[in-house]
């Protein structure tokens, strides 16, 4: 047909031109199913995650990010720097009267919305409404996911980025590559990667797997690229705000010379003492 595919195609071979997926168009779910998986997984994980939050802080991490939102000291390596500042604005909240449950309650809100935005892409992907509200229930309900879900814990709030990066890479395939769509590329790829650089390596293998479906001569739109690096600084705010933070010498939940100077941040951003521990 004289139609050129990627280089790429030798993994994934790319959707034809001409051809549009089926289930972009002509079988798109229908919006009342998809209303209904919104608001049924939004009121089941509130009717699960609020009874069972728990009341204070409890065991691994819980206390330290407990501390950190209180205070924005710097908990263990990489610092969770977008957590942290999210859990202090928590703890300005009002809801209970245990400061530390306040920051619970914002795991559990991330939670919440990892297991409605699985359902969703599920519904961009096809799937039925009851199977897309089932597995996002099954994510909900999972009992280690469940257990994280109401204490103060960073996992819920990086499924949930996982979860956003997902459905963007959706949009990214069946829009053009604007300057909105780079601005919030850049944004999310660098929150994603504040909260846990390796992060960074899912990015890149979504990234190739879009190039290796779409091409990339269409991300090359010099709007979406200038959209993308004025995102990728919004998003690098936390990372700033976590390199400003360690540069503290009253910190008290780690040791006050770690992190010191742009190479001490490298080292505490990029858990070089943990890699140590490997051998």
């Known amino acids: 047909t004289g139609i050129r595919e990627p280089r790429f195609a030798i993994f994934w071979r790319p959707q034809k031109r001409h051809?549009?997926?089926?289930?972009?168009?002509?079988?798109?779910?229908?919006?009342?199913?998809?209303?209904?998986?919104?608001?049924?997984?939004?009121?089941?994980?509130l009717?699960?995650?609020?009874?069972?939050?728990?009341?204070?802080?409890?065991?691994?991490?819980?206390?330290?990010?407990?501390i950190a939102g209180l205070t924005l000291d710097v908990p263990h390596q990489p610092g969770y720097p977008l957590f942290t500042r999210l859990a202090n604005l928590f703890v300005q909240i009002p809801f209970f009267a245990d400061l530390p449950k306040r920051i619970n309650l914002l795991s559990a809100l991330a939670g919440i919305l990892s297991g409605?935005?699985?359902?969703?892409?599920?519904?961009?992907?096809?799937?039925?409404a009851l199977t897309a509200f089932a597995a996002g229930l099954w994510m909900l309900i999972?009992?280690?996911?469940w257990e994280m879900a109401t204490q103060a814990e960073a996992y819920t709030l990086e499924?949930?980025?996982?979860?956003?990066?997902?459905?963007?890479?959706?949009?990214?395939?069946?829009?053009?590559?604007?300057?909105?769509?780079?601005?919030?590329?850049?944004?999310?790829?660098l929150l994603a990667i504040g909260h846990r650089p390796t992060m960074g390596l899912f990015l890149v293998g979504f990234l190739f797997i879009l190039i290796a479906r779409e091409g990339y001569?269409?991300?090359?739109?010099?709007?979406?690229?200038?959209?993308?690096?004025?995102?990728?600084?919004?998003?690098?705010?936390?990372?700033?705000?976590?390199?400003?933070?360690?540069?503290?010498?009253?910190?008290?939940?780690?040791?006050?010379?770690i992190g010191q100077g742009f190479d001490g941040f490298w080292k505490f951003f990029t858990a070089a003492d943990f890699r140590k521990a490997l051998g």
């Open 19 to 45: 051809t549009v997926p089926k289930t972009l168009v002509g079988n798109t779910p229908g919006e009342r199913g998809t209303f209904f998986v919104f608001l049924g997984l939004i009121l089941a994980g």
């Open 217 to 257: 001569h269409r991300f090359l739109s010099s709007r979406g690229l200038l959209g993308f690096c004025l995102g990728a600084v919004v998003g690098a705010v936390p990372i700033m705000d976590l390199f400003l933070r360690l540069q503290s010498p009253h910190r008290q939940l780690i040791d006050p010379l």
């Open 142 to 145: 999972f009992p280690t996911f």
């Open 47 to 66: 009717a699960l995650y609020l009874p069972t939050l728990q009341p204070t802080f409890t065991w691994y991490n819980s206390a330290e990010f407990s």
């Open 159 to 189: 499924t949930l980025l996982l979860m956003i990066v997902l459905l963007y890479v959706d949009r990214l395939r069946r829009t053009d590559f604007t300057f909105f769509n780079g601005f919030f590329a850049g944004a999310l790829s």
């Open 116 to 128: 409605t935005m699985l359902g969703l892409w599920l519904r961009q992907q096809g799937v039925g």
